[in-house]
Structure formats: structure tokens, C-alpha cells
């Protein structure tokens, strides 16, 4: 290899892919964007990712994306380690930002779960709550979905190599719908929907066809959850049924978590 060429590969970014408690449907969004990462592969290195390949370089790295709650005393310790070892550190999808569906047990005794799900319960050390990353170290970015959306993710790799701010949306689902023609489905049918507290990434996968979003992109900027808990009651939504629909994927993201928590109050 000519001293030139190494010179250009060690400009390269390291990147590194992190997995902590999670489905692994993030990282298959990563893998399932390969087209789209083409065009930009050649300016970044791989240097870390166990699910896609055995190569594994040491870091540091300079953009760690991380996917995953923090469930374990291991995990916990674990996060801080990469976070030493990481420039920049983004967290990608519901468990990452919010806890994941796994934070459903925050609500409850997870000791009650674990003598009832598990014959050796002795063998299984856990923490209480299943916590997003940013609760226990410092994030630079965070990309919400549950799965993300690949091509956000690709703007933000490309984004982080050119040295601009990346360009992931932050309004609702409705201006998704709007510009897709959907007609909204809460007004013409009584359907109940989080699209107007939730943040726009699916493309309204769910109102088009006819059903109402479930949240999975998590709160938008500044969502109003106070007025569409007070619309879902005029639909006939019990505050059981709101209460259900706010504790999805994002449960534990505070805006979600203080909507529900007011409606068991009810």
C-alpha cells in the first residue's frame, strides 16, 4: 500500500455500531441501507460492528451509534466505556431514546416479572427500570423510529462527515399525511391517533392505511399531549385506552411518560 493511500485511509471517520438491550431492528436498517451507503462508504471506515462483520477495530472511534436500553448493571457500566471511547455519540431507535418497549416494566415490580417468567429467578440480575442511554451519559444526537429510517440515518453519516447539522425532521406525522393528500382519519372517521404529538419519519405508514399512528417516532418538538388526550376522550377513548396508547414504544420519553402518567391520575 503506498504511503499516499494509507494517509487517505486513516483520514477516514471510524465509525462504530453498539448494541445494548434491543430486537436488533435498528442495526438491520443500518444493513438494509447498503444502496444508499454507497455513496458515501468510501468516505467513512467500519471499523466496529459485530452484527455485520468480524472485523473489529479498537477504537477510539469518532461516531459511535448506539442501539439499545440500559437494562442490566452490566449495560451501565458497559455505556460508559463507549462513551470514552466515542467522539461523537448518537443513539438510534425507541430503546436507545426512550427506554424501548421494554420500559413497560418501569410501571411495575420487575421482580414480580422475573419470579414468574424465569424457574431459577436466583440467576437473573437486572435494575429496575429500563432507561434510555441519554440517562446515563452525555448524547450528541439522537435518531428516534422504532425502526429507524434508513435514509436518516445515511443523512446523518453523511451529514457528520461533511461537517453540517443534519437534516432529520422534527414535526408531526400530519405534515406527512398532508403532503401525501391523506385525509385525516381522526376528523373523517373518530379514529384515534398520536399523529399530532408524534415525530414525522414513516412517510404516515400507519394513516394511510386507514389506522392510527402508534407513536413509534416518538414525540415531536414541543407535542401538545395535554389537548389530544382531551380529544381522545372526545372520540369515546377511555383513560385506560389513552393511558395504553401512550405507553408504546416510547413509553419512558418524558412528554409520552407525563401524558400517561396524568391520565391514570384521571
Not at 494517509?7 to 453498539?18: D, L, T
Not at 452525555?138 to 425502526?147: A, I, K, N
Amino acid at each position: 500500500m503506498s504511503s499516499r493511500t494509507s494517509s487517505k485511509r486513516k483520514g477516514r471517520p471510524k465509525i462504530a455500531v453498539f448494541k445494548f438491550a434491543s430486537c436488533d431492528g435498528c442495526q438491520l436498517s443500518l444493513l438494509d441501507a447498503e444502496d444508499e451507503l454507497l455513496g458515501i462508504v468510501g468516505a467513512v471506515e467500519i471499523a466496529y460492528f459485530p452484527e455485520a462483520s468480524r472485523t473489529m477495530r479498537k477504537g477510539p472511534y469518532d461516531i459511535g451509534l448506539v442501539e439499545g436500553s440500559i437494562t442490566t448493571h452490566h449495560d451501565a457500566q458497559r455505556i460508559q466505556e463507549v462513551r470514552r471511547e466515542c467522539k461523537t455519540l448518537v443513539t438510534i431507535g425507541a430503546c436507545a431514546t426512550a427506554g424501548g418497549i421494554q420500559a413497560l416494566r418501569n410501571w411495575k415490580d420487575v421482580n414480580e416479572f422475573i419470579r414468574v417468567v424465569y424457574a431459577t429467578p436466583q440467576f437473573i440480575s437486572t435494575l429496575k427500570l429500563s432507561t434510555p442511554i441519554a440517562e446515563h451519559v452525555p448524547v450528541d444526537f439522537e435518531l428516534r423510529g422504532c425502526p429507524i429510517n434508513k435514509l436518516h440515518l445515511v443523512e446523518l453519516v453523511a451529514a457528520m462527515v461533511a461537517g453540517r447539522k443534519p437534516n432529520i425532521p422534527t414535526h408531526s406525522t400530519c405534515v406527512e399525511c398532508k403532503r401525501k393528500g391523506n385525509v385525516c382519519i381522526t376528523v373523517a372517521r373518530g379514529t384515534a391517533c398520536l399523529g399530532p404529538v408524534t415525530q414525522a419519519g414513516c412517510g404516515a405508514l400507519c394513516p394511510s392505511y386507514d389506522r392510527g399512528c402508534y407513536g413509534c417516532y416518538g414525540p415531536m418538538e414541543s407535542p401538545n399531549t395535554s389537548s389530544l388526550s382531551n380529544q381522545l376522550h372526545i372520540l369515546g377513548q377511555s383513560s385506560d385506552q389513552i393511558v395504553r396508547a401512550f405507553r408504546g414504544f416510547n413509553a419512558w420519553s418524558w412528554q409520552f411518560r407525563k401524558a400517561s402518567e396524568e391520565c391514570e391520575r384521571k
